[in-house]
């Protein structure tokens, strides 16, 4: 669990999903883990390493990669030697979609396919290859076509033929980090909701019942990180979907943030990123769009 590393996606409540595509020379991001369901596209691979759970392989030039909450996954360079690798990814909240609808006969093959994420799922290439174009034309629609072009495209993989499951159990990783997680979760939902405010791990302890002490000690747990660096990457999360989404100066995003200063923000941006945010904005190559 050292090397894997929890994900604040960009996702917010009042988006349905995200998709982002860009092409680039290399695999750089690292094995981690995140609340949200994603479906990855990588076409121009051949030669990378896919980890998802407890499964590693080497990758073809074309797959399609459902992976359910939760579960680590990542793709590294490995042996891929393509300067032109093009990567769709598309992420929605683990409850878009309800178990009350998901449990309507029609639903059954929906369901089940995204029960069976929770260890990683390779569709065959025939189905990547249908289907990439449709994933690719996800960027350019817009509210409610978009909304029913993703399940479109679900049910469509949920009936395909020759899918193949990854992992030979289902990781949790939110569940080995955080047994009761009940209370991180609303932890987490409070600093999601005031990340542009200053919060205190005193206030985060008020709120769900413990001592500022205790509090700390339960978060670094829980999480794996301090107070401090887990409300960082939070607003780190948004800050890089300004970013990419806006031209909103640096030093606004900074502010609009929760950042006290601006040296503070490109010192802990490029810690976490690698980067500093002037870089990101300017080596950033695809388009995002949340829906």
Request: overall charge neutral.
């Amino acid at each position: 669990m050292n090397n894997i590393i929890k994900e604040i996606t960009p996702l917010t409540h009042k988006d349905c999903f995200s998709i982002f595509s860009r092409e680039k020379k290399s695999f750089d991001f690292p094995v981690h883990f995140h609340e949200e369901f994603e479906l990855n596209l990588i076409i121009n691979g051949a030669g990378a390493k896919r980890i998802v759970g407890d499964h590693e392989e080497e990758i073809s030039d074309i797959e399609l990669v459902l992976v359910g909450p939760n579960l680590s996954h990542g793709w590294q360079t490995y042996h891929c030697k393509s300067d032109s690798v093009t990567e769709v990814t598309i992420q929605w909240h683990k409850n878009l979609f309800e178990d009350r609808f998901l449990k309507k006969n029609q639903m059954i093959l929906l369901r089940e396919m995204l029960e069976r994420s929770a260890r990683g799922i390779l569709f065959s290439e025939d189905t990547a290859v249908a289907l990439s174009a449709q994933l690719m034309a996800l960027n350019d629609l817009k509210g409610f076509t978009a909304v029913m072009e993703l399940i479109n495209i679900l049910h469509e993989l949920s009936i395909a033929e020759n899918a193949r499951t990854l992992s030979r159990v289902a990781l949790d990783n939110n569940q080995i980090l955080n047994p009761n997680s009940r209370r991180i979760d609303k932890a987490f939902e409070y600093m999601n909701a005031n990340y542009q405010k200053q919060i205190t791990l005193k206030e985060l302890a008020q709120l769900i019942s413990m001592t500022d002490v205790s509090f700390s000690r339960f978060i670094s747990k829980r999480t794996g990180n301090t107070f401090v660096d887990t409300l960082n990457e939070i607003r780190l999360a948004h800050a890089t979907r300004m970013l990419i989404e806006t031209n909103m100066p640096i030093a606004d995003i900074s502010v609009n943030c929760g950042f006290n200063n601006i040296s503070n923000f490109n010192r802990i941006f490029k810690k976490k990123k690698f980067c500093t945010p002037k870089e990101f904005r300017e080596n950033f190559c695809g388009t995002s769009v949340f829906i």
